[in-house]
């Protein structure tokens, strides 16, 4: 089973940029489809952008299309979740999670996820 690890929150100004990192260990992102979600105290945890196996698929939420941009590298280890023009009501913790091949938006149809990292976006 993959291992996840996130990476790269923090605090930021409205307005600033993030990219986020979900690295993996244990094996690649070669046949598995990479999803970010994020929580919020007291809110459901929401889907935010995905990648499918090959790449050639992406998703955005609504809230986040044309701010934010899901990518992977080359060695299919780890993928991105570069974030500007941020918000306040982009702050929560944000996660990545796996599945096989293809993107869903529900995030209890993931495998595995990481421990998530905190995005802090001030007004």
């Known amino acids: 089973q993959v291992q996840l690890v996130e990476s790269g929150g923090g605090l930021v100004q409205s307005g600033g940029s993030l990219r986020l990192s979900c690295a993996a260990s244990g094996r690649t992102f070669s046949t598995l489809a990479v999803g970010w979600f994020r929580q919020a105290p007291g809110k459901e945890r929401m889907f935010v952008a995905g990648?499918?196996?090959?790449?050639?698929?992406?998703q955005y939420a609504d809230s986040v299309k044309g701010r934010f941009t899901i990518s992977r590298d080359t060695a299919k280890t780890t993928v991105y979740l570069q974030m500007n023009s941020l918000k306040p009501e982009d702050t929560a913790v944000y996660y990545c999670?796996?599945?096989?091949?293809?993107?869903?938006?529900?995030?209890?149809?993931?495998?595995?996820r990481g421990q998530g990292t905190q995005v802090t976006v001030s007004s």
């Open positions: 990648i499918n196996w090959s790449g050639g698929d992406k």
């Open positions: 999670a796996t599945r096989p091949m293809s993107i869903t938006t529900s995030p209890t149809l993931y495998n595995s």
